[in-house]
């Protein structure tokens, strides 16, 4: 049981340029979530997802973009990377429960880092 | 707005010792409160939660309890391993449908033996 895979791993990129963080779930959740860690911050909600072809803002949206076009996948996009984007980011997924909190199933993150 | 303090790392015990890590939070209605702990090179798993004053969340070991009157939620655990290393995220849900997390800033706990 995979639960939830994110890829790549790791990544560097240039000032400029741009890319597609990857979050895939095989638990059938409704809701997925893309979260940044930093530092002394926690973590930070970028976007999140309440269902397929559904997304929202976070705490952390300018800069990102995100993608939910099939159930399973959440996508992260960063279109033009600053150094401050230089960060770890998660990506979580949970059932939909109507009043009561399911527990949200984390990737093992992507450590990216903008030079 | 919600906000989660907790208790600035790193701590470093040895082990069998007690361990405290406090929590308190701030939130405009009344939430659910968890911790969350995050194995060194993984993903954050839920450890405990409550989701109502007096509340007690526990698991491995560690105990939580919901605490409205101080709006706290200390984790404790009674003798810590070397196993229980790890950072420890304290966190609150305001339901409101869309089941966002208000994380703590983690403290880092580290156990020799």
């Known amino acids: 049981n995979a639960g939830v895979t994110q890829t790549p791993k790791f990544r560097v990129l240039k000032t400029g340029q741009s890319m597609t963080l990857l979050c895939a779930q095989d638990?059938?959740?409704?809701?997925m979530y893309w979260y940044r860690q930093d530092p002394g911050m926690g973590l930070r909600l970028i976007h999140y997802?309440?269902?397929?072809?559904?997304?929202a803002k976070g705490e952390v949206p300018d800069g990102y973009n995100v993608s939910r076009l099939k159930k399973q996948n959440f996508l992260l996009g960063l279109e033009s990377a600053a150094p401050s984007q230089t960060s770890v980011y998660f990506c979580?997924?949970?059932?939909?429960?109507?009043?009561?909190?399911?527990?949200?199933?984390f990737g093992d993150g992507t450590r990216l880092s903008i030079l | 707005g919600n906000s989660v303090t907790q208790m600035e790392g790193p701590v470093t015990l040895s082990e069998e010792a007690f361990l405290t890590i406090n929590c308190t939070y701030t939130?405009?209605?009344?939430?659910?409160l968890f911790w969350y702990v995050q194995y060194p090179g993984e993903g954050l798993q839920l450890l405990l939660k409550?989701?109502?004053?007096?509340d007690k969340g526990s698991n491995k070991g560690f105990e939580a309890t919901y605490r409205k009157e101080t709006t706290s939620f200390h984790l404790e655990k009674g003798s810590v391993q070397v196993s229980d290393s790890a950072v420890y995220f304290c966190?609150?849900?305001?339901?409101?449908?869309?089941?966002?997390?208000?994380f703590g800033t983690g403290t880092r706990l580290t156990i020799i033996p």
């Open positions: 409550a989701t109502k004053a007096d």
């Open positions: 939130a405009t209605g009344y939430p659910s």
């Open positions: 979580a997924s949970s059932y939909q429960r109507t009043g009561g909190h399911q527990p949200q199933h």
């Open positions: 638990m059938n959740h409704e809701y």
């Open positions: 966190a609150l849900m305001l339901w409101d449908g869309n089941e966002k997390l208000t």
């Open positions: 997802s309440v269902g397929e072809g559904t997304t």
